[in-house]
C-alpha cells in the first residue's frame, strides 16, 4: 500500500472547494478514501452526543442511514471513539460488528474480514469517526501511519467546515452547551427527529426553518400519525423561544367542562370542585409555546376566548374579573379540514385566519418517495435497544412490501409494523442477527406488494408466491374490515365516534377505512354495492 500522492491531496482540496452542499464534500472525501485504501464499505458518522449518525456512505445499504448508534452499545465504535489514532482490529476480532447484515458486498453474517475506525478530532474534541471495512482479511496491515493520519486530518476538516456551515446557515443564536442539549434530547426522545430526504420533506424542513424565527402563530395540519407533534417541537427548537417552555395540550382529551379551566386557569371555589388555585396552560406557557393538538375539537364557546388570547395576548382565569396578560407563542394541528369545520359552522372563521397565518402541512408517507427506508433504519435501530437485540435486519422482500404499503395510519403505523414484526423475527431466530421478512409482515399489513422477488430467501420468496397465487387476501381482509365496521356500527346506531372508540382506531382513520369500504352512514345504514361487497344493511 503506497502513501497518498501529492496529486490526490491537492484533487481533494478542488474537489471540497467546488462542492456547493455537504451531501458533495462527503462523497467527494469518500470517493479520495477508497481511491487510496482498497476497501468493500467507508462511512462518515458524526458524533451527537451518546449516539453516532450516518453522513455518508458507500458499501452499506440505504436504511444503515437512517440509523443512530449508540457509541456504548457497539464495542467497536466505544474503541474508536475513545481512542486518538487509527485503530486496527484483528481479523479474527470477536467483538460485535455493528456492520453486520449490512454489507451489500456480502450477504448474510460477516465472516473474517478486516476492519478500521479512524477517529476525527477537531481541536481534540471527537466530531466524528470514519470506518472502513474489506472483505480481505489483514488490507490494512501495511498502510502507512503517514497515510492514515491525513486521511483522518482530510476526513476531520471535511466534517468540521460542514458543521461550521450548518450553523452559520442557521444563524443559530444559542451556545454550544444548549445546542448539544437540544441534539441529544431530540435523539433520545423516540421520534425525535424530522428523517426523510424526499422532496417533499426537503421543503417542509426548509418552510419550518423560515417560519421558526418568527412569531406567528401556525397552523399544523396533515393526516393522523405523520408527526404533527415532532413539527411543533421542531418549530419550537428552532425558534428565539427555544429556551422557554413547550406546553402540550390534547384538546380532543379535555372535558368540556375543564377545557377553559385547563386552558387559562382558575381560582379557588371558581366552581364546584374547584378546591385550590390552578395555573392554566397559557400562564405555564409564558415565555415559550403552547401546542394545542387536535384544536378542532375545541367547542365554539372556548374558542372565542381562545381567539382573546390570540388576539391581545391576555386571557381571563376562571372565576377572576381581571385579565392576565401572557408572552405566548400558539402552534396548533388538527387532521380535521378546518375550512369546512368554518363552512359548516363548527369553527369560528376568525379563529381560523388568526390560526393559519402560516399554514404547514405535513405530508402523509404515501408521498414522501424514499423516506421508508430511512424511517424504517431509524425504527429498526430503536426497536433493535429497546428489545437489547445483537443486531436487527430487514429482508429486501420486506423492505419491497414496506415500500409498496399504502400506509393509512402513516409513520406511526410505520413504527409500530416495525416493532410488531422484530418481535415475531425474534421469536422465531436464535441466530445474533435477526432478519425480518415477508413471514413477519404479512399478518400486519392490511395489503401486500405484488412483484418478482427472486433475489431473496427461498422461504420469502415462496410465501410471497403464495399470497399472489390466492389474490384474494386483499378482498378477504375488506370483507373482514366492512363486516367488523357494520357490527360495531349498528350496535351503536351510526355514530362514527362512539364506533372508533370501540375499534380502538382514530376517528379520521375510521372513516377514511369505511369511505375506501363503501361505507357511509344516511339514516341508515349502507353499503355501495360496486365493489362485490356484503350487500346493504
Not at 237 to 262: D, F, K, M, T
Not at 319 to 339: C, F
Amino acid at each position: 500500500m503506497s502513501e497518498i500522492s501529492s496529486a490526490a491531496l491537492v484533487q481533494l482540496a478542488l474537489d471540497l472547494t467546488n462542492s456547493l452542499t455537504n451531501h458533495d464534500r462527503f462523497e467527494r472525501l469518500l470517493n479520495t478514501v477508497r481511491h487510496t485504501v482498497n476497501c468493500d464499505a467507508v462511512v462518515l458518522l458524526h458524533v451527537q452526543g451518546e449516539y453516532l449518525k450516518p453522513l455518508a456512505l458507500q458499501g452499506l445499504t440505504k436504511e444503515t442511514l437512517g440509523r443512530r448508534f449508540e457509541i456504548a452499545a457497539h464495542p467497536r465504535f466505544e474503541l474508536i471513539s475513545s481512542s486518538q489514532t487509527p485503530v486496527r482490529f484483528a481479523a479474527d476480532s470477536k467483538l460485535a460488528d455493528p456492520y453486520d447484515g449490512l454489507l451489500l458486498s456480502h450477504e448474510g453474517d460477516l465472516p473474517v474480514h478486516a476492519c478500521m475506525g479512524l477517529p476525527l478530532l477537531s481541536d481534540d474534541k471527537l466530531i466524528g469517526i470514519l470506518t472502513l471495512d474489506s472483505m480481505v482479511p489483514n488490507v490494512f496491515d501495511e498502510i502507512p501511519k503517514r497515510t492514515l493520519d491525513i486521511i483522518a486530518a482530510m476526513s476531520a476538516a471535511t466534517l468540521n467546515t460542514a458543521i461550521l456551515l450548518q450553523q452559520l446557515e442557521l444563524l443559530s443564536k444559542h451556545n454550544q452547551q444548549v445546542v448539544a442539549e437540544l441534539t441529544h434530547e431530540a435523539l433520545v426522545k423516540d421520534g425525535g427527529e424530522l428523517i426523510g430526504n424526499s422532496e417533499i420533506m426537503v421543503k417542509l424542513k426548509r418552510e419550518i426553518e423560515m417560519v421558526a424565527a418568527s412569531n406567528f402563530s401556525i397552523l399544523i395540519e396533515g393526516e393522523t400519525g405523520v408527526g404533527k407533534e415532532l413539527v411543533a417541537r421542531t418549530l419550537h427548537r428552532q425558534s428565539s423561544r427555544s429556551e422557554g417552555p413547550l406546553v402540550y395540550v390534547n384538546c380532543a382529551a379535555l372535558p368540556e367542562s375543564l377545557i377553559e379551566s385547563e386552558l387559562f386557569g382558575h381560582v379557588k371555589g371558581a366552581f364546584t370542585g374547584a378546591d385550590r388555585n390552578r395555573t392554566g396552560k397559557f400562564s405555564l406557557a409564558s415565555g415559550g409555546t403552547i401546542f394545542l393538538d387536535e384544536i378542532g375539537e375545541l367547542p365554539l364557546a372556548v374558542q372565542s376566548k381562545l381567539l382573546r388570547a390570540l388576539q391581545n395576548q391576555e386571557i381571563q382565569v376562571v372565576g377572576k374579573d381581571d385579565v392576565e396578560y401572557v408572552d405566548v407563542r400558539i402552534l396548533a394541528a388538527t387532521n380535521r379540514q378546518l375550512k369546512v369545520e368554518v363552512e359548516q359552522g363548527r369553527f369560528r372563521a376568525d379563529l381560523y385566519h388568526r390560526l393559519s397565518v402560516y399554514p404547514v402541512i405535513v405530508p402523509p408517507l404515501r408521498q414522501r418517495e424514499g423516506d421508508i427506508s430511512l424511517l424504517s433504519g431509524y425504527f429498526i435501530e430503536l426497536t433493535r435497544r429497546k428489545l437489547g437485540m445483537s443486531q436487527l435486519t430487514l429482508n429486501a422482500s420486506a423492505i419491497k412490501m414496506l415500500n409498496q404499503y399504502d400506509w393509512p395510519g402513516n409513520v406511526r403505523e410505520l413504527e409500530h409494523v416495525i416493532s410488531r414484526a422484530a418481535l415475531r423475527a425474534r421469536s422465531e431466530s436464535t441466530a445474533a442477527i435477526v432478519r425480518i421478512g415477508l413471514t413477519h409482515l404479512a399478518l400486519l399489513l392490511s395489503t401486500n406488494p405484488q412483484g418478482d422477488d427472486s433475489k431473496n430467501k427461498a422461504e420469502d420468496s415462496a410465501l410471497e408466491i403464495e399470497v399472489l397465487a390466492q389474490g384474494n387476501l386483499k378482498q378477504q381482509t375488506d370483507d373482514f374490515q366492512r363486516q367488523r365496521i357494520l357490527q360495531t356500527m349498528t350496535q351503536y346506531h351510526g355514530n362514527w365516534s362512539a364506533t372508533a372508540k370501540a375499534l380502538q382506531m382514530d376517528r379520521a382513520n375510521l372513516n377514511r377505512l369505511a369511505k375506501r369500504l363503501g361505507i357511509r352512514v344516511s339514516k341508515s345504514i349502507v353499503i355501495d354495492n360496486n365493489d362485490g361487497g356484503l350487500g346493504n344493511g
